[in-house]
């Protein structure tokens, strides 16, 4: 029998004013069980992330911490039958130029990574969901603190 699965969403700095609209879309394919607004994103938090960050080299992690800290973020965790999947697909591509229009960064995301590489910059990607299962399992360990 499946079993249900859960994931981590992080709707980032640039995207929690349009978060209602996110979660609508979020909310057709699981149950959120857990929401949480983050008014300054931990520094400590991106000892977390290094080896995934390190295999694109350090000056992404900078980008992506500096851009983690412009302001509150919003976490929540989603229980579902293969979540992980779906949340990923109704997303979109990381770069928002080449998604699909009926995805979330396809409709909000007005960035590229062309655009960022250019002003050295992360790409304004909107919300971060974990990857697979096990990516899933360590973030909702490294956030546990905050969604208590």
């Avoid at 879309?25 to 995934?52: F, M, N, Q, R």
């Avoid at 697909?89 to 590229?112: A, C, F, H, M, V």
């Avoid at 990857?131 to 909702?140: P, V």
């Amino acid at each position: 029998m499946a079993k249900k699965e859960q994931t981590l969403i992080i709707i980032k700095p640039d995207a929690t004013h349009i978060s209602d609209k996110i979660f609508l879309e979020l909310d057709k394919l699981g149950e959120k069980i857990k929401e949480v607004e983050i008014i300054a994103t931990p520094e400590d938090i991106y000892k977390h992330y290094k080896p995934s960050i390190e295999k694109h080299g350090k000056f992404l992690q900078k980008w992506l911490e500096d851009y983690l800290l412009e302001g509150k973020i919003i976490l929540s965790i989603y229980e579902g039958f293969d979540i992980i999947k779906k949340i990923k697909n109704i997303l979109g591509e990381t770069d928002p130029s080449t998604s699909q229009p009926n995805t979330i960064r396809g409709k909000y995301g007005k960035d590229s990574l062309e655009k960022s590489l250019k002003e050295k910059r992360a790409v304004r990607t909107l919300v971060h969901a974990s990857e697979s299962k096990q990516e899933a399992k360590r973030e909702l360990k490294v956030w546990k603190r905050y969604l208590d």
